[in-house]
């Protein structure tokens, strides 16, 4: 092994040490044929759609009273409410009321490698696996956003994942040496997250995740697989840390 390539398992390791201050052994080779079946597997995910929900209206009463009389001068004007702003606070208290169906038993998960960093989506949560191609990039966006890509008429938003995961690492050097290969697309959205490879998938148990249930500055971070030194991604809290163009932290 090169001193290069050992400087940057090193890094990586050191990296995930800060997000969870936990190490955990590194992730061995992966045979190629996994690969093979990661994407078989891929093409058959299916999702589970909401029962229809009924809305029962209750009947309404009307009451008739005598109209008061208003001086136009003393009327007060309703402002609209402002939403509430999507910030890191606000999702990590999100994420302990959404109870999502992988928190309970058995669920698979797909790795995927960028800069040396593996990390895990919950296969259920998975949209897609695109293969990388030409991206269009957009003035006044984050500069984590790669452009948009184009596949079958759809528009995919194209994040640098190593940019926007790690941007306190990310310099030329860095930059330089990226291959990204594959889009990993996030849930239904039109998200798509950099990938240089694809690693494969495995079933994990609650034991094999030390999760994050308690509110961290990292909402879009559900926890780390143990025993592969990996982050396991919090979709839903990511995808609205990106549409509302902020960074990991």
């Given at each position: 092994?090169?001193?290069?390539?050992?400087?940057?398992?090193?890094?990586?390791?050191?990296?995930?040490?800060?997000?969870l201050?936990?190490?955990?052994?590194?992730?061995?080779?992966?045979?190629?044929?996994?690969?093979?079946?990661?994407?078989?597997?891929?093409?058959?995910?299916?999702?589970?759609?909401?029962?229809?929900v009924?809305?029962?209206?209750?009947?309404?009463?009307?009451?008739?009273?005598?109209?008061?009389?208003?001086?136009v001068?003393?009327?007060?004007?309703?402002?609209?409410?402002?939403?509430?702003?999507?910030?890191?606070?606000?999702?990590?208290?999100?994420?302990?009321?959404?109870?999502?169906?992988?928190?309970e038993?058995?669920?698979?998960?797909?790795?995927?490698?960028?800069?040396?960093?593996?990390?895990?989506?919950?296969?259920?949560?998975?949209?897609?696996?695109?293969?990388?191609?030409?991206?269009?990039?957009?003035?006044?966006?984050?500069?984590?956003?790669?452009?948009?890509?184009?596949?079958?008429?759809?528009?995919?938003?194209?994040?640098?994942?190593?940019?926007?995961?790690?941007p306190?690492?990310?310099?030329?050097?860095?930059?330089?040496?990226?291959?990204y290969?594959?889009?990993?697309?996030?849930?239904?959205?039109?998200?798509?997250?950099?990938?240089?490879?694809?690693?494969?998938?495995?079933?994990?148990?609650?034991?094999?995740?030390?999760?994050?249930?308690?509110?961290?500055?990292?909402?879009?971070?559900?926890?780390?697989?143990?025993?592969?030194?990996?982050?396991?991604?919090?979709?839903?809290?990511?995808?609205?840390?990106?549409?509302?163009?902020?960074?990991?932290?």
């Amino acid at each position: 092994m090169s001193k290069s390539l050992l400087a940057s398992n090193k890094v990586m390791k050191n990296y995930l040490s800060e997000l969870l201050t936990e190490e955990a052994p590194v992730l061995p080779k992966t045979k190629e044929k996994e690969l093979a079946k990661l994407l078989e597997q891929v093409n058959v995910v299916e999702k589970t759609n909401l029962d229809d929900v009924k809305v029962i209206e209750k009947p309404v009463t009307k009451t008739f009273r005598k109209p008061v009389e208003q001086n136009v001068a003393t009327k007060t004007v309703e402002t609209e409410k402002t939403p509430p702003l999507v910030t890191a606070k606000s999702l990590a208290k999100q994420k302990d009321i959404v109870k999502k169906p992988y928190r309970e038993g058995e669920f698979q998960a797909m790795f995927f490698e960028v800069a040396g960093l593996i990390i895990a989506v919950p296969l259920i949560e998975l949209g897609g696996i695109h293969n990388a191609d030409k991206t269009t990039a957009l003035m006044g966006k984050p500069p984590w956003f790669k452009g948009v890509m184009v596949h079958r008429d759809e528009k995919i938003n194209v994040v640098d994942t190593a940019l926007w995961v790690m941007p306190e690492k990310y310099d030329q050097k860095l930059k330089n040496s990226l291959n990204y290969q594959y889009i990993i697309m996030l849930s239904d959205s039109n998200w798509g997250l950099s990938a240089e490879k694809l690693v494969d998938t495995v079933t994990l148990t609650q034991s094999d995740v030390k999760w994050l249930d308690s509110p961290s500055k990292r909402p879009w971070l559900a926890g780390l697989v143990k025993d592969r030194m990996c982050a396991l991604l919090e979709v839903e809290a990511l995808i609205k840390l990106l549409e509302k163009g902020a960074g990991n932290s």
